[in-house]
């Protein structure tokens, strides 16, 4: 059963730091790797989604590498803002299923 | 741009109890997911639907069931409610292009059991 694991579960930072939030599956057979933003009690804002051949996407601030070997991900924050303040969950799709797995996710506090 | 509508946002019910709740996807797409995200949990899938049949099943209580309508939008029903049934209700939905398989969230039915 694939599990997904995302440390840390909490971050505070000051307002303008470079930070990385990591994320871990356990069975590489993954088919995508998808990285959401949830505001509480909030819907999911899909950020940015890699597919199992590529390494990394980007988009605006944000940069999410994958290593499928390793069964690992990161998803980078570029100067970070208040704005950015949200729980950021990491998701997997499993080869042949269309569900995803979801990690527990890292609260990210951005202090202005 | 269009979203994924989930109605209604808000839902209050008493235990044993029906609910349904609704979900209308983004244009185009025909895959519909449901899950379910407890207090201070991540979500977990339940079932999903591809062009109107069932596709995937997770871990959906047999006191649930859903489909997918010809229109493409689903519907969730949940009998004889129970208080751990409280929680965030999530319908996504993707389209047909496996090259573009993300999935996109709806804004989610607090249901509340009391």
């Known amino acids: 059963k694939q599990e997904v694991t995302q440390i840390p579960a909490a971050l505070s930072v000051p307002e303008g730091e470079n930070l990385v939030l990591n994320c871990s599956f356990t069975d590489s057979a993954i088919y995508n790797l998808q990285w959401f933003r949830q505001d509480p009690g909030k819907g999911l804002t899909s950020l940015l989604l890699i597919q199992s051949s590529q390494r990394e996407q980007t988009s605006g601030r944000l940069n999410a590498s994958l290593d499928k070997s390793s069964g690992r991900s990161t998803l980078y924050i570029a100067a970070s803002q208040p704005g950015d303040s949200a729980t950021y969950l990491c998701?997997?799709?499993?080869?042949?299923?269309?569900?995803?797995?979801f990690g527990s996710g890292t609260r990210l506090q951005v202090q202005p | 741009a269009a979203g994924v509508i989930q109605s209604p946002r808000h839902l209050i019910k008493e235990k044993r109890e029906t609910a349904t709740l609704k979900c209308y996807p983004i244009?185009?797409?025909?895959?519909v997911y449901w899950y379910q995200q407890g207090p201070g949990q991540d979500p977990q899938f339940l079932i999903s639907?591809?062009?109107?049949?069932?596709?995937d099943k997770g871990s959906i209580p047999d006191r649930f069931s859903a489909q997918q309508f010809s229109d493409y939008h689903s519907e969730l029903n949940m009998s004889s409610l129970e208080l751990g049934d409280s929680a965030l209700y999530f319908c996504?939905?993707?389209?047909?292009?496996?090259?573009?398989?993300?999935?996109?969230f709806g804004p989610g039915t607090r249901l509340t059991v009391l």
């Open positions: 996504a939905s993707s389209p047909r292009d496996a090259a573009t398989d993300t999935q996109y």
């Open positions: 244009p185009r797409h025909d895959t």
């Open positions: 998701a997997v799709r499993h080869g042949g299923r269309r569900a995803l797995t």
């Open positions: 639907f591809y062009e109107k049949m069932q596709s």
